[in-house]
């Protein structure tokens, strides 16, 4: 039998009659309270609504003397307004992600490879006096039958080093943070990292300017920001094979869907290691390990 929920029935039918500033003020209300039951979490401050009306036409200056809280909710709201058209430029251009500034698509990519820079980012504001936005077309993710933990299963592991992008190959092993805990999901092309963990380790900076995307897994949002980084795997003779990888590192790691299957998860590693390494890798079912060969 189906639970009736009145008075939420009744808000949620006039969502549909409210303008974009009425919907920017229920967003600005519900993260407020998102925000105060999850106690100490830093939750996404949204823009006041005069700004809200048209992102694309925010002046450069007034965005760089935004609040970092109130600049990655504008990137956030960004998605959800101009999510049709962000697809539809997606598509034309065949593009993994788009650079925009005034509304227009000024750059665009078929892999994060070329994803713009802080320093692209600053110069391009800088040129057309407007706030740039990247977009990008979501990372796939797809969680085998392996992730169901449960009676008896298991999920494939590749653990790996971490250091910061310019850290020198011979010292990952002295300066590298080390995850045990890598689930491998050959489904995604990304590798998944925790934000917080990689910026308390100071493997990443802040940047001046950032932008933070939004992307759903299992029906729950997670934002996360495209860095580089470089990545190691040691082999089965303690030899370590590492290159400079473009990941995406998650906010809020802990509290986001990546984790539901697997709480202890400390990273999801997707396909890219395995091609821009490169490594040779055997899954073993049967003693239910990854044996990592050399190159």
């Known amino acids: 039998m189906e639970t009736l929920h009145p008075p939420l029935d009744q808000f949620l039918d006039t969502l549909d009659t409210l303008s974009s500033e009425e919907l920017d003020r229920v967003e600005k209300r519900v993260a407020a309270v998102r925000e105060k039951k999850n106690g100490n979490a830093r939750a996404l401050t949204l823009p006041p609504a005069p700004v809200a009306s048209d992102f694309f036409a925010i002046s450069f200056n007034e965005y760089l003397a935004m609040p970092q809280a109130e600049r990655e909710a504008i990137d956030i709201l960004a998605y959800k307004r101009y999510s049709n058209w962000i697809e ?5 251009h065949d593009a993994r992600w788009i650079l925009v500034c005034g509304g227009k698509v000024i750059e665009s990519g078929p892999t994060l490879r070329s994803y713009p820079r802080s320093q692209k980012l600053q110069a391009v504001g800088e040129q057309y006096g407007l706030t740039p936005f990247v977009f990008l077309r979501g990372p796939m993710i797809e969680e085998s039958i392996w992730t169901v933990l449960p009676y008896n ?22 300066k590298g943070l080390v995850l045990e805990d890598a689930d491998l999901d050959t489904g995604s092309t990304n590798v998944m990292l ?7 380790n100071g493997i990443i900076t802040d940047q001046v300017i950032e ?8 029906n729950r949002e997670f934002y996360y920001y495209s860095r580089w980084i470089r990545i190691g795997v040691t082999t089965e003779t303690d030899e370590i094979i590492s290159g400079v990888i473009e990941v995406l590192c998650v906010r809020d790691w802990k509290k986001s869907p990546l984790r539901l299957v697997n709480k202890s998860r400390q990273a999801l590693v997707g396909r890219k290691p395995l091609y821009e390494l490169p490594l040779r890798i055997v899954l073993d079912g049967r003693k239910r390990t990854t044996q990592i060969l050399g190159q």
């Open 211 to 218: 932008k933070l995307h939004v992307h759903s897994h299992l």
């Open 88 to 92: 539809q430029e997606l598509n034309r």
């Open 194 to 200: 925790d934000y917080e963990q990689l910026l308390e």
């Open 153 to 174: 299963d298991s999920y494939p592991s590749l653990p790996i080093t971490v250091a910061a992008e310019h850290e020198n190959p011979l010292n990952l092993k002295a």
